[in-house]
């Protein structure tokens, strides 16, 4: 009996012990950022580390921010150095900016691993700005676009000038008047906003959510046709006078080209175990994301018809 019971505690210390190693699934992460801090990507990048790493699922992760070239100096330098333990986040630019040629690389120069979040769009205004609903910028818009700055932390013509763009243009306004500012990341915008360089901003919702409930901004409207379960006060751009505007940016990560079967395999399998862990759970309603996967094969088809989609609605707007 004694013999069994001491058998018995063995591999009760045993199994114990190596509980964190099974659920380790990579030993270290490097993430790639291609813009700078406080924006979209640097929150999607250190989010989703703080999730796996705080969940035992990968050992450790550190964090590079890598801005310049509207993404295509991250692009060029994760392809470039082959790094297998890099991961460089991206989203919905990483396609508009190769179709507008803003850097030659495409995603199919990388190894697609994996979607991982949907964010939607949303305007926002300052504090202290006079406007107070989506109406209210149509209606300055209408009197006069140049009087309207709207702002985003993306290039011209890039997503976030293609979020203004729409709204206008589903409000019945002309949308290639609209008087778009660039700035290099979500943070810089924001601070250009707060400052009074621009009259809106056109941001990811999870940014701007943030922000509100700070009392910085004031949230007008969000991208989707739904009111969002993490602020259902805030009224869609739909409702709010621009009918039909539905549009969401997702984030994921991309590794080197040539990457390993098994290595993407291990990549893919971190994330999906990801999403049952608690820590992912905090993390992804703090910021108000939507979940989505595309892990792989699937990922690399839905940016394909992304591609597509998005190019056709630039055509449209005159952007290509």
Not at 68 to 93: C, F, R, Y
Not at 149 to 177: C, F, Q, R, W, Y
Request: charged share 20%; glycine share 14%.
């Amino acid at each position: 009996m004694l013999k069994k019971l001491t058998a018995a505690l063995a591999v009760s210390v045993i199994t114990l012990s190596a509980a964190p190693v099974q659920a380790q699934t990579v030993d270290e992460i490097k993430f790639l950022i291609p813009g700078g801090a406080g924006g979209g990507w640097d929150g999607t990048a250190r989010g989703t580390g703080e999730a796996l790493t705080k969940s035992g699922i990968v050992g450790s992760a550190s964090y590079e921010n890598m801005s310049g070239g509207g993404g295509g100096k991250a692009i060029a330098h994760i392809i470039e150095t082959k790094d297998q333990g890099t991961l460089m986040v991206n989203s919905t630019p990483i396609v508009i900016r190769s179709l507008q040629k803003v850097f030659p690389q495409s995603f199919r120069d990388l190894t697609p691993i994996a979607g991982i979040i949907g964010d939607y769009g949303a305007i926002v205004v300052g504090k202290n700005s006079d406007i107070s609903d989506l109406g209210g910028l149509i209606a300055a818009y209408k009197a006069d676009p140049s009087s309207v700055a709207i702002g985003g932390g993306s290039v011209a013509g890039g997503m976030d000038h293609l979020i203004a763009a729409l709204v206008m243009k589903n409000a019945g306004e002309s949308p290639t008047d609209v008087k778009y500012i660039p700035y290099d990341a979500g943070g810089k915008a924001m601070a250009g906003l707060l400052s009074g360089e621009i009259s809106a901003l056109t941001t990811g919702f999870g940014e701007a959510l943030e922000l509100a409930r700070q009392g910085e901004v004031k949230v007008l409207c969000v991208t989707s046709l739904k009111r969002l379960p993490a602020a259902p006060d805030t009224p869609t751009c739909d409702e709010s006078g621009s009918a039909g505007t539905d549009f969401v940016n997702w984030r994921g990560f991309f590794a080197a080209p040539g990457l390993p079967d098994d290595k993407k395999a291990e990549y893919v399998a971190a994330f999906e175990k990801m999403y049952d862990t608690p820590e992912w759970v905090a993390v992804r309603d703090r910021n108000g994301w939507v979940e989505i996967f595309n892990p792989g094969d699937d990922f690399s088809t839905f940016l394909e018809k992304q591609e597509e989609e998005v190019g056709g609605l630039m055509k449209e707007l005159g952007f290509l």
